[in-house]
């Protein structure tokens, strides 16, 4: 079974902590994402990374920065939380476009973080 | 960028059909169509995607018109595990790979 996972379902913080969120995938996928969900606005792509040490910026990157040092693993850091960046955070994998005719994503549970 | 345009919300009797429309209007031919759905609580999932021609899985039906304009998501028989947020995307891409926009989706209630 395919898996995309997340280090924890739920994170409260405090304005300006520096704030990791992990994902990992077991599906050898090359591209990965990070997205926010916020009621009303949707997903909303932050950072996606299409190889590791790659990384590109998506809609929303401003406060925000990404590693990838390992292909199964993507990390989103908030270099000084702010209480704006309370919000549902998604991570998603798939493969390359070359790889395949379509792009489907696989998305992990999400991490809720509130930001106090 | 293409755009999708959904209804918001939607209601549907659970054991019939749900059809869930979407706008793209300014699709480009080499976009596909995408169609995921987010259970509450849960993360997106994939449903069903599309080029020019209808397609049909285990979950779905999808079926485009021919100018490509718009589509709709069809789930046969709608049962209470149905309901959740549906999203119509148009993929493009970026520099070589593909990112896929999600917008608000349509938010499915199937009532017993």
């Known amino acids: 079974d395919v898996k995309v996972t997340q280090s924890s379902r739920y994170l409260v913080k405090r304005t300006g902590e520096k704030v990791f969120l992990e994902c990992v995938q077991d599906m050898d996928h090359e591209n990965m994402f990070w997205y926010r969900q916020d009621p009303g606005l949707g997903l909303r792509l932050i950072y996606f990374?299409?190889?590791?040490?790659?990384?590109e910026k998506g809609d929303i990157p401003e406060g925000y920065s990404v590693s990838r040092e390992k292909k199964e693993r993507f990390s989103l850091i908030l270099e000084s939380a702010s209480t704006n960046q309370t919000s549902m955070y998604l991570c998603?994998?798939?493969?390359?476009?070359?790889?395949?005719?379509?792009?489907?994503?696989?998305f992990g549970p999400g991490t809720r973080l509130t930001v106090l | 960028d293409a755009k999708t345009t959904q209804p918001t919300s939607m209601d549907c009797a659970e054991g019939r059909a749900a059809n869930l429309p979407c706008n793209h209007s300014t699709i480009s031919g080499n976009e596909y169509v995408y169609w995921y759905r987010q259970i509450h609580s849960q993360g997106p999932q994939y449903i069903i995607h599309g080029l020019k021609n209808n397609e049909t899985n285990e979950m779905a039906s999808l079926i485009i018109t021919e100018d490509r304009k718009s589509s709709t998501l069809i789930l046969p028989h709608a049962t209470l595990r149905d309901t959740a947020v549906y999203y119509c995307i148009v993929s493009f891409n970026s520099g070589g790979y593909q990112k896929v926009t999600f917008g608000t989706g349509t938010k499915l209630q199937v009532i017993p």
């Open positions: 998603a994998s798939s493969f390359p476009l070359g790889q395949s005719s379509y792009n489907e994503q696989f």
């Open positions: 990374s299409y190889d590791v040490k790659m990384k």
